[in-house]
Every structure is written in C-alpha cells, then in structure tokens.
T-cell receptor
Framework: RKEVEQDPGPFNVPEGATVAFNCTYSNSASQSFFWYRQDCRKEPKLLMSVYSSGNEDGRFTAQLNRASQYISLLIRDSKLSDSATYLCVVNIDNDMRFGAGTRLTVKP | EAGVVQSPRYKIIEKKQPVAFWCNPISGHNTLYWYRQNLGQGPELLIRYENEEAVDDSQLPKDRFSAERLKGVDSTLKIQPAELGDSAVYLC????????????FGPGTRLTVL
C-alpha cells in the first residue's frame, strides 16, 4: 500500500464548478499535512497547509480527519487558472511524502 | 529574491554514461532536498541535507548515485553509470530548516537516458 494515495483523476470540470479531491495516508504517526500545486512541466508549489480544525483560503478549503487518516481539498467557483495537478503531502519525521497527484482541468 | 536554481534544465545521455546535476538553494536555507519525479507520480525523496550533513539518504541508490553539499550551500547529485530507468525529473528543494512548513522547489532537471 502506498503511503499517500489520491484520487487518480483526471477531473474535467466547467468554470464555476465545485470540485473535491480526496487523499488517504497510511502512517498514523504523520505529523503535518499539505496540498501542493504543480502546473504542467513546472515545479510543485505550496498551496496550503492542512490543519485539524480545517482551514480556508479564499476559494480553497482543506480538511483533515486524523481518525480516518483522510485529507480533502475543496475548490469552489473553479477558474481556468486552477487547472493543474494537486499533490497531497504528508510530513513524517521531517520527510515529505507526496501522493501521485490528481490532475484538474477547468474548461470554459 | 532568487529562487532555487538548478542546472542543466535538460540532459540527454546514453546509458552507462555519467551525469551530474547542480543546485543552488535559496540564500539562508539550511535544508536541501533532492527528489526524483517520474511521469505521473509525485516527487520521491532521494536525500536530505541539513547544512552539509546528509541526514536522510535511505532512498538514495548508493550503487550508482552520489551527492554532496560542500560548505552547506550548493549541492551536486551524480549518477554513474546511468540506466534507462533513471529517466525522470530531478528536483532540488530547500527550506529554512528541517520541519519548516514550506519547501521551495527549483525548476528541475529533465533527464533522458537513451
């Protein structure tokens, strides 16, 4: 079993849609959690951290369920510029473990 | 502020040849990471440096891969000899110190082994 598993995607949605990505992790000792964004042929960049109480940054909402070892990312009112691959990342003893990513394409 | 710099951006070599990648982290960042990213996969950690010390190299294939970070700044990752399966993007990242929330990635070196 992979340490970090994500919806394989791809997700193809129209502008303005709401889309949700899921991620599960296998190591209960995982300490912190993140979503990174990676544009095609570019490097990953931090989108947001994920906190136990859930957190929101504009149109983006991240949630963490430690009991179920589950992380989610919700994007509301999708924009064309949201098209990218979204990587779920789990920190275990200062090692960042990346999921394979979920590809999102937002269409006009 | 300059980001993480990597060179070369692209490299095409024949199998069994050596290859080296160079990384200059963000100024003041003590922790440096080398990752390998295969197509359709997330980055996988190869080695992590805290200043000039390699604190985690458990995922580095030591028979053919080597890395160094002299003086705790720039770093070089080497493969000798390269194999077909080494074709991937090699990403360097840095952070202020280990455990920092955000890692900053360089643009990567895309390696093709023929």
């Amino acid at each position: 079993r992979k340490e970090v598993e994500q919806d394989p995607g791809p997700f193809n949605v129209p502008e303005g849609a709401t889309v949700a990505f899921n991620c599960t992790y296998s190591n209960s000792a995982s300490q912190s959690f993140f979503w990174y964004r990676q544009d095609c042929r570019k490097e990953p960049k931090l989108l947001m951290s994920v906190y136990s109480s859930g957190n929101e940054d504009g149109r983006f909402t991240a949630q963490l369920n430690r009991a179920s070892q589950y992380i989610s990312l919700l994007i509301r009112d999708s924009k064309l510029s949201d098209s990218a691959t979204y990587l779920c990342v789990v920190n275990i003893d200062n090692d960042m473990r990346f999921g394979a990513g979920t590809r999102l394409t937002v269409k006009p | 502020e300059a980001g993480v710099v990597q060179s070369p951006r692209y490299k095409i070599i024949e199998k069994k040849q050596p290859v080296a990648f160079w990384c200059n982290p963000i100024s003041g960042h003590n922790t440096l990471y080398w990752y390998r990213q295969n197509l359709g996969q997330g980055p996988e950690l190869l080695i992590r440096y805290e200043n000039e010390e390699a604190v985690d190299d458990s995922q580095l294939p030591k028979d053919r891969f080597s890395a160094e970070r002299l003086k705790g700044v720039d770093s070089t990752l080497k493969i000798q000899p390269a194999e077909l399966g080494d074709s991937a993007v090699y990403l360097c990242a840095s952070s202020l110190y280990q455990g920092t929330v955000e890692q900053f990635f360089g643009p990567g070196t895309r390696l093709t082994v023929l």
